[in-house]
């Protein structure tokens, strides 16, 4: 079973690749992406092992296969839509970040309980909150992203691993468990800012 790790590992390799491939290079030995990600080459062996990522030792690995498989293993060989719940500051950025749909990543929706930000005739609408049960179903929609205050959180999360969406990048203060309906990514901005700014003024004082 693929563990966190090896995703994050997955997504340096496919960075490092895509970097050099501007660079020109077709070809990658597993001592050239250990080097520069400081792990073991055994470890990157191992990992495109698993994965069905195949080359040899004297050709090394194609730059354009290894790609194209990290891709299809992420899921990314076709779009992925996302809603965002809760259309605030941070949910607005996210929704107008151009970035994600150069990874395969599609914003299709964002929900609000607040009628005032509902519109409907965008390119990326804002509906009413009490249609997302009804919208994940019709659309298919897996995965969520979660902006919304704290008071509402735990009910935001139940409403939506009720509705049938399996994954949630979540962007309020509390911590969440992932369950068997729902795996729950965690990201507290303030505690990034916080643990951050230690590591800087340690720094300053060693």
Do not use: W
């Not at 049938?164 to 990048?169: A, C, I, P, Q, S």
């Amino acid at each position: 079973m693929t563990n966190k790790g090896q995703i994050l590992r997955l997504l340096n390799y496919k960075n490092l690749l895509k970097h050099l491939q501007t660079l020109g290079f077709k070809k990658v030995f597993s001592d050239n992406i250990s080097d520069t990600l400081e792990i073991s080459s055994s470890l990157v062996r191992k990992d495109f092992g698993n994965f069905g990522i195949t080359g040899n030792r004297k050709g090394g690995y194609d730059i354009d296969s290894i790609l194209a498989k990290i891709d299809e293993i992420l899921g990314k060989d076709e779009i992925q839509k996302v809603i965002v719940v809760g259309t605030g500051r941070i949910g607005q950025a996210l929704m107008n970040y151009q970035g994600f749909i150069k990874e395969g990543i599609q914003i299709v929706a964002g929900f609000d309980n607040d009628f005032s930000k509902v519109s409907e005739g965008e390119d990326i609408p804002i509906l009413h909150l009490d249609k997302l049960p009804e919208f994940v179903k019709e659309k298919n929609i897996k995965i969520a992203i979660m902006c919304v205050p704290q008071l509402v959180a735990k009910h935001t999360l139940d409403m939506l691993a009720n509705s049938g969406v399996g994954g949630v990048l979540n962007f309020t203060p509390i911590k969440f468990q992932s369950s068997n309906e729902v795996t729950v990514n965690n990201i507290n901005i303030v505690h990034e800012l916080e643990n951050l700014i230690y590591i800087v003024n340690k720094q300053k004082t060693t």
